[in-house]
């Protein structure tokens, strides 16, 4: 009896062991189990859910959220899916047959704020900081080139201003040929940075009016909308002679070798939002506990995807045909800290592609009404609004309630650190971390609006 206790003992001390000398991936999944406090237990009311992005690199979240677990960890089950075109991702939503997604940051703005398919979006989570650049064709920048200036190497200064490529412009008009230029989607952060890039050395990039959807009354430059995954090609067939666009789009261009950027949004907006992910009103209020999940797995995402250290993985699984699909050398070019302009002309940019750092995840009112005071300014928004509009409907679309609840619950999970919790009313400080130094100041949106030479004027 006494063998077979200490038999039995010998076994049991064994068996532990082995649990704990198991394999290294599920070691390192308990070490982070360890880490982490107890955890709140949502009631999910919708586990399974479809969510829908386009094929940028600023999509990394909704990939590392699904290849990581964070989804799953939430009691999720999530399928991603690729879109064609923004058009199909902002209908699919209002529709019903995507739950959310990855989405232009204009989108649920514009969708609030009458201009296009109107619908009750809201904004729960920002998926990242800059991410974008201005690509010209080869022959355009061989004729922009001589106006830019040179430091003592011979190599361009940046920021690249318009001023460069305004001799450009002047002498197409004057041949008679229009100056055309892409941008992904009417109400897109591309649409706005490079109309206010123009704008910043008095190019007139077009207005829209109530009766013009094409926002090209009175512009010096044609613009029109080109799905991102097209815009080199697009280039490369002549039918534009530059463009806006998210990567990795603007460094398959010099991949290929068929264009050059000439400037990042980073330049023209220091740490400007960009993407954002989007679900219903509807949604947001059936599912209120869905929404907080699938908030805590994004910002989990964010965190894991601004540690330098896992950037080269995050390359691999965005380089998969289900994700963006682009060769892993063009996803590194920006993903990894740096930014190719000319072919070989490789610079440091560690803050290209932020998708954690500087609260980049929460939905300031300040960053949405930015947007607004855009579509006010170009006439996509006809009339004058008065200045507690732009507050007022803000707050209608941007969602930080929601994201602090996800927040909060990480905090208490010690996934997330509280200093990473912005003590905020929704605003950042007035910036004027422009490209033309002009100070926005997101509670005096008419005044701000005033201040271009180029633009609608409000009272």
Known sequence: MKVSILTSIKLLVLATLLVSCGSGGKKEKKSDAADAAPKTLL????????????????????????EKGFFEDEGLFVSVEAQSNWKNVLDRVIDG??????????????????FGRQADLV???SMDLNGNGITVSNDVWSKMKPNVPKDES??????????????????????????????VFPVSTHNYEIRYWLAATGIHPGMYTADNVQGQIDAEVLLSVTPPPQMPATLESGTIYGYCVGEPWNQQAVFKGIGVPVTTNYDIWKNNPEKVFVMTKKFVEEYPNT??????????????????????EAVKILSMPQYVGAPEAVLANSMTGT??????????????????????????????????????????IPESKPEAWYSETIKEIYRPDIWKKAADLLVAENLIPASDVPDTDGYKPATSDFIDGTTYDAKDPIGYINSFSIGNKDK
Do not use: C
């Not at 920021?159 to 001799?167: D, G, N, Q, T, V």
């Open 97 to 114: 047959q995507l739950d959310g997604s990855h989405m232009l940051a204009g989108q649920p703005i514009a969708a609030g704020a009458g």
């Open 43 to 66: 009631a999910i009311e919708k586990p399974q859910l479809t969510f829908g992005f386009i094929k940028l690199t600023d999509m990394a979240p909704l990939a590392i959220a699904k």
């Open 291 to 312: 929404a907080i999940a699938v908030t805590k797995a994004l910002i989990r995402a964010g965190k894991w995807l601004d540690e330098p250290s896992n950037r080269p």
């Open 154 to 183: 011979g190599k361009p200064i940046h920021p690249i201003s318009s001023e460069a490529l305004k001799p450009v412009i002047e002498d197409y008009n004057k041949s008679g040929k229009p100056f055309k230029m892409g941008m």
């Open 339 to 380: 930014f190719e302009f000319e072919k070989g002309d490789k610079r440091s940019m560690p803050d290209f592609n932020v998708f954690y750092k500087y609260n980049a995840t929460y939905p300031f009112y300040s960053d949405g009404i930015w947007f607004l005071t855009q579509m006010r300014r170009w006439g996509q």
């Open 123 to 125: 904004t729960p989570f």
